[in-house]
């Protein structure tokens, strides 16, 4: 959401605004000296610029003012904005796209992938019964026992707590596991490895990461919430848990989902993306310095991958405590960063209470969207592993390299027993190293460099055979795999095979652009990674850690010190030197750029095993001619499927690259969309559920309404009676007979909803008579009229009531439903087109509720309640206003009818208005008074042929379309919408008109909209169309159903006999004069 | 008939409401006060900031209009809202409006003022306690932490799905008010409860 800086309130979210449309576009000074062909450019035509444009701003839910705003339609930066009368600024400049500084060492490999944000809690909103950010086991995995039903757990690593064992249930099986394990992990302990089948193919897939990348092990959850496909990596256990695996597909709960979501706002000088070192190390420079901190990461501790390889435990217990501590800063764990929006505008989701199964507390949001407007970001995403495609890389049993390490080491388990690793770069070794430490065999590790150097020697040195130049083949297995097969790289002699129940793959490393991609960020490719890595942006965000590329430990936690210092320095705060550690350097041997692997002939080589897509799928796709990534994408669906390609993305572009043999680098990345993970509707959608989903507005007499029965009909946000049936009555006789009592006795309405707007000032008069099509300003103190406004086009777009209150004040009433949108169109004139009227507009809507008296009863019910008006007809006549009292409560009456009916509107202040309904309803009482609704209100007006703006009309229609050229003023020199009607469209004979219809059999209706044709038979297509139906209804005065309808040349038609559509049949209907009841108007004195 | 209707109370937009807000309150400790302040004398002034108006009505109200966007100035019991840089909203005690009204336009003279009793168009809500913060920032965008939206702040803006003006109270612990359309209000008093849950 941009963040746009009112002239007046300063920088405000984009939707308190609206759009104005090109700036600079005057009213012409004299619209009548005009060709047709001016004219029309003036309304019509407006500048389609790419790059800086001067537009037309209001802060409308703020300070209600116009302004402009040079906007840069290319990116969607605001540059400057200037207040309504001022000159555009000569130059403005766009915000520059600055570059991520450039890391102190490049790219050295480290380990995993660094966090990528996480949790809940936080420092003081945590609220009582949700289990905070208390660290888990300290990682001496020391504890009870159990492992003879986990075979797979080893007896002391990891973070897990063995004292708190976890039953829970897969695909019908029980098993334990301990708090700290995620699905996948439990499941691993327990020797299952296998957690779903593939979508097309159907094949047997394994879990394949340890986080959120996973594309194999996306399960369903059944209870204790349904919930589908989600990846067992990111499932915390807990107790009660039951899960089932996923024919790669799953299904949405049939049942409402009974938790609570909620939604927060947040706001801070630096939003740091990710806790593992670089972040931390952000963090920590950034901790004390009094700026407002915000550290999001995803997982229920902080240390991202540092918790995965076991480094540095204390410094990541320090700093988090410290962080815990800091009363600026806010620590969420479990949330995830998924949208990186314009002005550093961010959303993240935090997982309050899903870990907490069946005891999360049922007034705590199991989940809470963050939208977080961060002054500077820093976003230490952590890298994602890469896989490669070889042949039969899908079995269960291939898992990539790092997440075998994050297994061992942060949650005691060994994904398998007998392990070959197969890497491209060195970060496999030290995985290689510390599983044999915990007890697998690793059988090999499988280098494609030559010359693997140092790291090989140390693998070596602990006893595991290298295999330099080589890479695998193939893999044998079916639920597991069994064997793996290598050979020279390249090449298909000298193949060995090596019995494994697991092989680890590092094919390199991707930095996690997302969020930066989508703050608009451009990647590059560096050569040295093989792979993308962000380099500029326009917005205040750096990337620190292996997110942009530093895949040195070191340098990682350097640089992300550097970056939170940098981005509090830049903020006009202090920052710290945080006491970092000084990991102790590592050997270095460049990576090798490899994609796809030779193998056995006709096994496939998958490259995105979520939708199953191959390396042959991606060269039947540039076989057909696909050239570009994102068309490849689309032809095959590699990258489409719900982890968004996070292991396959790079892949697939590397296997296109080499399919068409062009660089990557000239091949670029897929687009990178929110959100980074999926996230639910009920999370989106928050409390704006049920009731909350769109607010209800009520008047004064609502709970008088409900109580007595009404229907309620929604008229924009409005809950207005629709009407009042009694005992066993349908809407039809109801209607007919709220209907009857407004034509015979007397009934009244609650017409508080009109919309009211308080015009003052000595220019009041000139004000409404440019704004309205006829005369205001002879209108006398005392008396009312009614009139129509239009657009510019001469197209009807409001009309109401003007009532003169003053000489110098008036009191205009609106369409219900266009309250506001009036309001705004007064302001928009007065602001940017007549600043010197001296006239101020007001809403006053709610400050008065308005009850309509009708009927011939009306005057005695009045005159019963108001002893001190002169009721009679001479004394107080149509179109007049008296203040007076009715029923003791001061009020202004209006002589106003919307039904031809003698008729009263009276007003008084809301807090009164429930005494003056009953004392209506009380006096009433013995002429029969009935309450009736908008359905009534329709019937007697569309009697009368009263057209409703908005639906009789819909924006296409002038008042002379409507036949009430009587309200077009031939004196006034200009008013908005004069000059269009002398536009040769606007006089066309054969526009629509507003006419009435008479169905030749009176019982017969006409739905709203049926069109209408000419003939008796329906020619063949296409059918001449004359017009439609725009209201229907059966009348109580009429005897007989009548309808209103926009047909063209329609008063030359009127006692023609057309034809309407209705079903298969076509119903012969008369035109009509719109004025069906009373057309002389001789009820309205009573 | 009609004296019996002058003796009729004058009901409040949330009067319905009011029970529940006052349960809510209580079952909060001190974490959540809500309560609707009813009545409240509420005038629109439209008026030339830089006119000869400005000062007079400001002398005759003892309380200068504030002129720096989005603040408030307080004076005894009176409060005069800034909301756009001709237009104030001037809150006060309940039944004072007709006085306020005649007091501008008599200190007005000749110069074009507009003045129009809002009183009922918006009632107002008092939010207060620990947790008011963290309770308008469920829906309101604005950055509401003391440094941004200190004491002494007022702003139109959303809360919820509703247009609101919020005052930063600059008395101590009076938290906020939300002024908000009385036909939201009901909405609004809704909407507030529901994101307490947590906070009762």
Redesign the interface.
């Known amino acids: 959401m941009l963040l746009i800086p009112c002239p007046w309130c300063g920088p405000r979210d984009e939707a308190e605004f609206h759009y104005g449309g090109q700036a600079h576009v005057p009213y012409p000074e004299d619209p009548a000296s005009l060709s047709d062909e001016e004219w029309a450019r003036y309304l019509f035509f407006r500048d389609n610029t790419k790059g800086p444009f001067a537009e037309r701003w209001s802060h409308a839910a703020g300070c209600r003012r116009w302004f402009n705003a040079v906007r840069d339609t290319s990116t969607n930066e605001i540059l400057t904005v200037y207040r309504a009368g001022e000159e555009r600024p000569e130059t403005v400049e766009s915000r520059p796209a600055t570059s991520q500084p450039s890391p102190a060492n490049p790219a050295r490999p480290a380990l995993e992938d660094e966090a990528v944000q996480a949790e809940g809690g936080s420092g003081g909103t945590a609220p009582s019964g949700v289990e905070g950010a208390e660290p888990l086991e300290d990682g001496t995995g020391r504890g009870g026992g159990g492992e003879t039903t986990q075979p797979f757990r080893h007896p002391t690593r990891g973070r897990i707590h063995r004292d708190t064992p976890i039953t829970f249930t897969f695909d019908g099986t029980a098993y334990q596991g301990y708090r700290g394990d995620t699905l996948a992990s439990a499941l691993l302990a327990n020797g299952v490895l296998q957690a779903g089948t593939s979508i097309k193919l159907g094949r047997p897939r394994g879990i394949f990461s340890a986080g959120v990348e996973e594309p194999n092990a996306v399960i369903q959850i059944e209870a204790p919430f349904p919930e589908p496909m989600l990846p067992a990596t990111t499932v915390e256990l807990y107790d009660g848990l039951v899960a089932t695996s996923l024919p790669g597909q799953g299904r949405l709960a049939t049942e409402p989902d009974p938790a609570r979501y909620d939604a927060v706002h947040a706001h801070c000088d630096l939003l740091i993306v990710g806790a593992g070192p670089a972040g931390l190390a952000a963090a920590a420079a950034a901790a004390t310095s009094g700026a407002r901190v915000i550290v999001a990461d995803d997982q229920p501790e902080l240390g991202g991958t540092l918790l995965g390889t076991a480094e540095l435990p204390d410094w990541v217990e320090e700093t988090a405590a410290r962080l815990d501590a800091a009363p600026a800063v806010r620590v969420l764990r479990r949330t995830t960063v998924f949208g990186h929006y314009d002005d550093n505008h961010l959303l993240a989701v935090e997982r309050r209470t899903n870990h907490l199964g069946a005891q999360a507390p049922e007034n705590v949001s199991r989940e809470r969207v963050w939208r977080i407007r961060a002054r500077r970001v820093i976003l230490a995403t952590g890298a994602h592993e890469r896989s490669l495609a070889f042949a039969d890389n899908d079995r269960p049993g291939v898992m990539l390299a790092a997440s075998a390490h994050t297994y061992v080491n942060r949650y005691g388990v060994l994904p398998g027993r007998h392990a070959v690793v197969f890497t491209t770069n060195d970060s496999a070794y030290p995985t290689a190293l510390e599983l044999a430490a915990a007890g697998v065999s690793v059988q090999a590790v499988v280098d494609t460099r030559p010359e693997p150097g140092e790291w090989a020697e140390r693998a070596r040195a602990a006893g595991i055979e290298v295999l330099t130049g080589h890479a695998v083949t193939g893999t044998e297995g079916d639920a597991r795999i069994t064997a793996v097969t290598v050979a020279p790289y390249g090449e298909s002699a000298g193949q060995r095979e090596f019995a494994a129940d697991l092989l680890l793959v590092s094919g390199g490393w991707n930095p996690v652009a997302h969020l930066f991609s989508q703050a608009g960020g451009k990647l590059r490719h560096d050569e040295e990674l093989g792979t993308f890595v962000p380099d500029t942006c326009r917005q205040a965000v750096e990337v620190a850690g292996s997110a942009s590329g530093v895949l040195d430990l070191g340098g990682v936690l350097a640089q992300g010190a550097a970056a939170g210092a940098r981005a509090i320095e830049a903020e006009g705060y202090t920052p710290e030197t945080p006491a970092l550690p000084k990991p102790a350097a590592q050997p270095y041997t460049p990576a090798m750029h490899v994609f796809t692997v030779p193998g056995r002939e006709a096994a496939p080589r998958f490259v995105d095993l979520q939708r199953d897509v191959t390396v042959d799928d991606l060269a039947r796709a540039t076989g057909a001619g696909m050239r570009s990534v994102e068309h490849t994408k689309r032809y095959t669906t590699a990258g489409t499927a719900n982890d968004q390609g996070k292991t396959s993305g790079v892949l697939a572009g590397g296997v296109v690259a080499e399919l068409l043999g062009v660089d990557i680098s000239a091949l670029g990345t897929t687009t990178f969309r929110p959100p980074y993970t999926p996230v639910s509707f009920a999370a989106l959608a928050g409390r704006d559920r049920g009731a909350l989903h769109d607010p209800i507005r009520v008047t004064a007499l609502h709970q008088w309404h409900v109580e007595h029965g009404a229907l309620f009909e929604n008229v924009g946000q409005w809950k207005r009676p629709w009407y009042y049936p009694r005992d066993g009555e349908d809407m039809e006789a109801a209607v007919l007979r709220e209907c009857a009592a407004a034509r015979e006795g007397v009934a009244f309405m609650d017409a508080s909803t009109l919309g009211k707007i308080d015009v003052q000032g000595p220019d009041a008069g000139v004000f409404l008579d440019l704004l309205y099509t006829n005369m205001i300003s002879t209108l006398k103190v005392g008396m009312i009229r009614y009139g129509v406004m239009c657009r510019p086009d001469g197209m009807v777009f409001d009309d109401g009531t003007v009532i003169r209150l003053a000489p110098d004040r008036f009191l205009v009433t609106t369409t219900t439903g266009n309250a506001a949108a009036v309001l705004d169109w007064m302001e928009e004139w007065l602001q940017t087109e007549w600043p010197e009227l001296k006239v101020h507009c007001t809403s006053v809507t709610e400050q008065w509720a308005t009850v309509a008296l009708v009927g011939p009863k009306s005057r005695e019910v009045l005159g019963s309640l108001a002893p001190r008006l002169a009721v009679a007809s001479e004394d107080f006549p149509f179109m007049a206003w008296r203040e007076t009292a009715v029923a003791g409560i001061e009020a202004r009456v209006c002589r106003i009818s919307f039904s031809g009916e003698l008729a009263y509107e009276i007003n008084v202040s809301p807090w009164q208005a429930l005494a003056l309904w009953q004392a209506l309803y009380e006096a009433g009482a013995p002429y029969g008074i009935i309450p009736y609704g908008t359905e009534t209100m329709h019937v007697l007006r569309a009697e009368k042929g009263y057209p409703i703006i908005g639906q009789d009309t819909d924006g296409t229609v002038t008042p002379h379309d409507l036949g009430m050229n009587w309200v077009v003023s031939k004196k006034k020199p200009d008013f908005i919408g004069k000059r269009s009607f002398a536009r040769a469209d606007t006089a066309r004979p054969d526009r629509k008109h507003l006419v009435g219809l008479l169905p030749e059999d009176p019982g017969t209706f006409l739905p709203e909209g049926t069109q209408l044709v000419a003939d008796s038979v329906l020619p063949a297509p296409p059918v001449p169309m004359l017009g439609h139906v725009t209201s229907s209804y059966r009348s109580a005065a009429l005897g007989r159903t009548f309808a209103l309808a926009m047909i063209k040349g329609g008063r030359e038609r009127i006692g023609e006999r057309l034809y309407a559509p209705v079903g298969d049949r076509l119903v012969p209907v008369t035109v009509a004069s719109p004025v069906l009841y009373d057309p002389e108007g001789a009820r309205r004195d009573g | ?6 003796a ?1 109370p ?4 949330l009067a ?1 409401a009011a029970d529940r807000l006052a349960a809510a309150t209580r079952a909060s400790r001190g974490a959540i006060r809500l309560a609707e302040l009813p ?1 409240l004398t509420q005038v ?1 002034v ?1 008026l030339d900031a830089k006119g000869a108006a400005a000062d007079a009505v400001g002398l005759a109200l003892g309380l200068q209009l504030p002129l720096e ?2 603040t408030v100035v307080r004076a005894g019991e009176s409060t005069a809202l800034w ?5 104030w909203l001037l809150v006060g005690p309940p039944g004072n409006e007709r006085g306020l009204e005649s007091r501008i336009r008599e200190a007005a003279g000749d110069e ?1 003022v ?9 009632t107002t809500l008092l939010v207060t306690g620990s947790r008011a913060r ?1 309770l308008l ?7 509401l ?1 003391p ?2 939206f200190e004491a002494g702040r007022c ?4 809360l ?4 609101v003006v919020l005052v930063s109270r600059d008395e101590p612990r009076a938290g906020f008010w939300v002024l908000v ?4 209000a ?3 008093a ?2 507030l409860l ?2 307490a ?4």
């Open positions: 008939m009609a004296d019996t209707a002058l009729a004058p009901r409040s937009p319905h009545f629109n439209r966007p989005d909301l756009g840089p001709d237009e074009p507009s003045v129009t009793d809002v009183s009922a168009q918006r963290d920032a469920h829906g309101c965008p604005l950055d932490h440094r941004a702003a139109q803006t959303t919820g799905r509703t247009q359309r009385s036909s939201f009901g909405y609004l809704d909407w529901d994101a849950t947590e906070y009762v």
